[in-house]
């Protein structure tokens, strides 16, 4: 329910648990001080331009730029005449220096198999492919999707379009056919590179046949690149298949890499919004690789001998940003992980961090109430200590599943990045600085240097301390998306008409007193209760740090009297349940935040609906609340039999 003129969004959740960062950490951090905090903070703000320009010289360039900054929201052009490659950023410049041999990329297969690419070896694989996908036919400017398991491959034939212009499309491997056909239509793509088959719970997930399915109704592309990772069988279509391997045996090693313009699109990425068809998400060369290069050194405080690892898959935003382009523009070491963190058991993660003694892990909060499912045997079996640093993404983190973390996983020695961003914003926005910030579970903190965040009504008036609203950008940052593809007034529309002067995140927020971000979710998530702007978050987080809990989604549904009533949907962490705890559970909700937030109805469920990036469907529940047969787009589903599930539940 989007917020009309002059309202705000209520908030009950009281949060006063503060963890300083130690001194030790502090005294190593990129960023060591409050006042150096505040220093670019300021300066970011009053002159941006100087600022991004400062920080644009982290960068290689071919020709510096002429002006840091053109125009202003929604149409921003950043680093105009400037010349650059971030495939040359990502690989070229770490080998002028001992680099070279340093891993570039740790990877480990589902079923074990392991690989390590040192700078030179990704360097060379990349030279190689690029040469491929000009043999090919690609150029400049065209777009290849790429539609893979997490594979070394996947992040080869990221760089290599990069490294000659080409644009790419990443479809996460879980996507239909349909779902293929779709967006390499919106985008025109002229290529697919996939695989035969990824592998997922010891399981075989065909990719290829998929592709075959998608070609039929998506007539732009013309080639299919194919790489063999399970052995899975495929049908190879003459003159329009290739082998990866076959086509990699004499390709060359040697590749200039293209000098772009700043502003030469990158890559496409497609979001699915929880209406319409799916948005074609594009950012552009520069702004974009400045953006995550400086969010990875500022956030995950990277140096030269961390091993970074973040668990998500390339197919997001957050893979493309802070598994490749944002640790390897830095030299860093990013660990990449193919299958699912439960096989073949509970503990795969915490073996990988134990095997790599990985320092820096990132992961998101459906993942974290997962581990906390699964029960604290598992992380305790392996040996946590070379972690150093924490973070999350996705969703807002519970309080209690943030507690779990730092004490389970980080062992109360580690601080905990709640990274707030979007597949818009490109690189993250809002989050503490680990070695400065006091955080205080549930907050992702302050906004980063360049971000100029505000919480406002819905007539675009700042609101105070407190005060829940519509949380926008209210500056231009570089590594912004600069338009939806093929869709420009969408573009304008979706994220600039709201508020006059700012860009719309579409998330409902607060600031407390010490000017910390609390995110309360999607602003459709807002529930009204007896004229009262509710959080569903807030319930969910109440009922996760009910001991029997493991995960709630919370929704709102026409109620005679209140207007909305409280549904919730509660997933436990044993058992079935029964009335009593239903009981149970409604109390401590009361107790909790308060009569106004006490629940109508809750219902167990064994397993809640999610996008398959984790992110509970609560459109889904909202229908199955109030009783309606779901109209809803259900393609981005994970596991449709969830909703079937629930709706035989339905009393
Ligand atoms: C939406 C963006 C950005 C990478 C992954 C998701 C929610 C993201 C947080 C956080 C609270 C968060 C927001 C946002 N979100 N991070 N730390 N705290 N909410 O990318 O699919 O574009 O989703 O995810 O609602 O708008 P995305």
Not at 361 to 390: E, H, V
Not at 411 to 437: A, F, H, K, N, Y
Request: net charge negative.
């Amino acid at each position: 329910m989007p917020l009309e003129s002059g309202d705000s969004i209520e908030s009950l959740l009281q949060e006063s648990r503060s963890f300083p960062p130690s001194a030790s950490f502090s005294a190593d951090a990129n960023i060591k001080s409050e006042e150096e905090y505040q220093q670019l903070w300021n300066r970011a703000k009053d002159d941006p331009a100087g600022f991004w320009g400062d920080m644009a010289e982290n960068l290689d360039w071919f020709r510096k730029w002429d002006n840091v900054l053109e125009g202003d929201m929604p149409d921003t052009k950043w680093f105009q005449g400037g010349k650059i490659n971030a495939s040359y950023n990502c690989l070229d410049r770490h080998l002028e220096n001992w680099r070279k041999n340093k891993a570039a990329i740790i990877w480990e297969g589902e079923p074990g198999d392991r690989r390590v690419l040192r700078y030179q070896d990704l360097h060379r694989e990349v030279c190689k492919f690029s040469n491929v996908l000009k043999r090919l036919g690609v150029e400049t400017g065209d777009r290849v999707t790429l539609y893979m398991p997490m594979i070394p491959e996947l992040a080869i034939a990221m760089l290599a379009c990069a490294r000659i212009g080409a644009v790419h499309s990443i479809i996460f491997g879980g996507f239909s056919a349909d779902a293929i056909a779709d967006r390499n239509n919106d985008a025109q793509a002229k290529l697919v590179v996939t695989a035969d088959a990824g592998w997922r719970r010891g399981k075989e997930l065909p990719l290829k046949a998929a592709v075959d399915a998608s070609l039929e109704k998506a007539p732009s592309v013309e080639k299919v690149v194919v790489v063999r990772r399970t052995g899975y069988d495929v049908d190879m279509v003459p003159d329009r298949d290739y082998w990866y391997h076959e086509m990699m045996e004499d390709a060359s090693a040697d590749c200039d890499p293209v000098e772009l313009d700043s502003e030469h699109p990158l890559f496409i990425l497609y979001t699915s919004g929880s209406t319409g068809k799916p948005k074609g998400v594009l950012h552009t060369t520069a702004g974009y690789l400045l953006g995550t290069t400086m969010t990875s050194k500022w956030v995950f405080d990277l140096k030269e001998d961390d091993t970074y690892w973040c668990t998500a898959d390339i197919g997001w935003i957050t893979g493309h940003s802070y598994i490749c382009y944002g640790p390897l523009s830095n030299g860093a070491t990013t660990v990449m992980y193919e299958g699912a963190p439960n096989w073949p058991d509970e503990g795969r993660f915490w073996e990988i961090v134990e095997r790599y003694q990985v320092n820096i892990f990132y992961t998101a909060p459906t993942a974290i109430r997962a581990f906390i499912k699964w029960g604290d045997q598992w992380p305790q079996k392996y040996d946590l200590s070379s972690l150093r640093l924490l973070g999350t993404v996705g969703e807002p983190i519970n309080p209690e599943a943030w507690m779990w973390y730092h004490r389970t996983i980080g062992q109360e020695r580690c601080p905990i990045v709640d990274t707030w961003w979007q597949t818009e914003t490109g690189g993250i926005m809002i989050s503490p600085l680990p070695g400065i910030t006091a955080t205080k579970p549930g907050s992702c903190a302050r906004p980063l240097p360049g971000v100029v965040a505000d919480i406002v009504s819905g007539d675009g008036t700042s609101l105070g301390p407190n005060q829940g609203g519509l949380l926008v950008m209210r500056q231009p940052w570089p590594h912004m998306l600069r338009t939806l593809y093929g869709d420009h007034d969408r573009f304008v529309r979706t994220y600039f008409s709201t508020i006059e002067g700012a860009s719309l995140a579409g998330d409902g927020a607060r600031r407390d007193e010490d000017g910390f971000i609390w995110v309360m979710g999607r602003v459709d998530d807002v529930i009204n209760v007896s004229g009262h702007r509710l959080s569903t978050m807030e319930v969910e987080s109440s009922l996760v740090a009910h001991a029997a809990v493991a995960e709630a989604a919370v929704v709102g549904f026409p109620h005679e009297r209140k207007g909305e009533g409280i549904c919730c949907f509660v997933t436990l962490k044993r058992g079935d349940g029964d009335e009593s705890l239903k009981q149970e559970l409604i109390q401590h909700v009361r107790r909790q935040i308060g009569a106004l937030a006490q629940p109508d109805q809750i219902r167990f469920a064994p397993s809640l609906p999610k996008t398959r990036s984790g992110k509970i469907m609560r459109r889904l529940l909202r229908d199955i609340a109030a009783g309606r047969e779901s109209t809803q787009d259900t393609t981005t589903l994970e596991d449709l039999s969830v909703l079937a599930r629930l709706r035989a539940d339905d009393e």
